[in-house]
């Protein structure tokens, strides 16, 4: 079998899973490992260490499964459907409205690493990664031909715009590559950047992670500094702005009704009084099974109270 017929069924299997795209790039070294290296000298990823235990691979992909020379990248639709917004609750990232989308990808994940192992020998490297581990996704997903990475830092499918998971499948199975998406098509649009609350982008395709609404809801441990917390407005749980203003989400971006990753239009906005009140056990009974579950009661409780504070002191 060519490598050419071998990812044009891998291909096929993938969107039989429900993948919408799928791209085979090569495991060289990316090319933005010293803009990475800047990046982490000047603190730019604020409290996430484990960036700095993963740089080295992330800058060579090869290493990051041993025999691999090949990864498949795939993307899944998360759109939501536009909900009624809920006076004095807290907003949630349209990503997270539903189930945690790390669990909701493996089982079509594994059945693709399988399918990758039928078509190997018995020594088939395949294994799998969505948004978690050293994997450079996005710089990936540009070379295997899935889009481009805005100036906002997110790929963008030109056909679909952002909202959409990333997952990848790293192999030593002969795959014919394919050709990098090398266009930029942003222009000189900034939308993206002039519309962040927090001013966290000191410059096109730069993100301050300490300054990002999502990391500060998400990932930040403890009490958000008082200067910042005034800018995060009502968002609890990730921020979709940047997203939200850009042009190819506005035109292309369209809801989905994928059933592994249903729906529930109750986790757009949250009660910010009950938040702050629910025991932890509570929590995991009603929010165990989604993103949520990352900054825990306690991040969620800080991020309520600020949500609330905001809301009780902007303009009516």
Known sequence: MTPERRAHLVRERARALG???????????????????????AGLAGTM?????????????????????????????????????????????????????HTALRSPLDQLVTYLRSLGSGDTVAKAFVDAGPVPERELAQR?????????????????????????????????VDPPFEEDRCGSCTRCLDACPTDAFPEPRLLDSRRCISYLTIEHRGEIAPDLAPLMGDWVFGCDVCQEVCPWNVKFATPTDDAPLRHDPDLAFLDLDELQRLSDEEFQRRYGWTALERPGPAGMARNARIAAENLSTSPS
Request: proline share 7%; net charge positive.
């Open 19 to 41: 993948f919408d795209t799928v791209g085979v790039a090569d495991l060289s070294p990316v090319p933005h490992k010293a803009q990475l290296e800047r990046w982490l000298a």
């Open 49 to 101: 260490h484990y960036m700095q235990r993963q740089a080295s691979r992330r800058s060579e992909p090869a290493s990051i499964v041993p025999g691999a020379t090949r990864v498949v990248v795939l993307s899944r639709n998360y759109g939501r459907p536009a909900v009624p917004e809920r006076t004095g609750a807290g907003r949630v990232a349209r990503y997270a409205q539903g189930p945690d989308y």
């Open 144 to 176: 295997a031909g899935l889009g481009w990475i805005g100036k906002n830092t997110m790929l963008i499918d030109p056909a679909r715009g952002s909202l959409f998971f990333l997952a990848s499948v790293f192999t030593n199975l002969e795959l014919a």
